[in-house]
Nanobody
Framework: EMQLQASGGGLVQAGGSLRLSCEAS????????IGWFRQVPGREREGVSC????????YDVNSVRGRFTISYDNTKNTVYLQMNNLKPEDTATYYC????????????????????WGKGTQVTVSS
């Protein structure tokens, strides 16, 4: 069973940066879309950014576009989320997820049908 290990969350002031990492192990798919979701208490989990392993295509939701950058290191099976110019509204628990069928496009915003999830990592942005 594929496993995802996320890390890199923390506390940062508004305008600061953090980099999240998510290492995939026991990879069973030839190709997949992997990326990040986030959730705040009382709200549904929402997609943030994704990347398709085979062609490197990416998608970022509007609220983070231009501030967050997703990348993937094939040698390490690790996806990164570089988060710059963080805002208090970015405060959430961030989860990495992977799915072999879902495309990396605007549909990533909705949380459905994911094959595997990693444990969440907390990101807190103070004003």
């Amino acid at each position: 069973e594929m496993q995802l290990q996320a890390s890199g969350g923390g506390l940062v002031q508004a305008g600061g940066s953090l980099r999240l990492s998510c290492e995939a192990s026991s990879v069973t798919f030839d190709d997949y879309t992997i990326g990040w979701f986030r959730q705040v208490p009382g709200r549904e989990r929402e997609g943030v950014s994704c990347i398709r392993r085979s062609d490197g295509s990416t998608y970022d939701v509007n609220s983070v576009r231009g501030r967050f950058t997703i990348s993937y290191d094939n040698t390490k099976n690790t996806v990164y989320l570089q988060m710059n110019n963080l805002k208090p509204e970015d405060t959430a628990t961030y989860y990495c997820g992977v799915d072999d069928i879902r495309p990396c496009d605007r549909s990533w915003y909705w949380d459905y049908g994911m094959d595997y999830w990693g444990k969440g990592t907390q990101v807190t942005v103070s004003s």
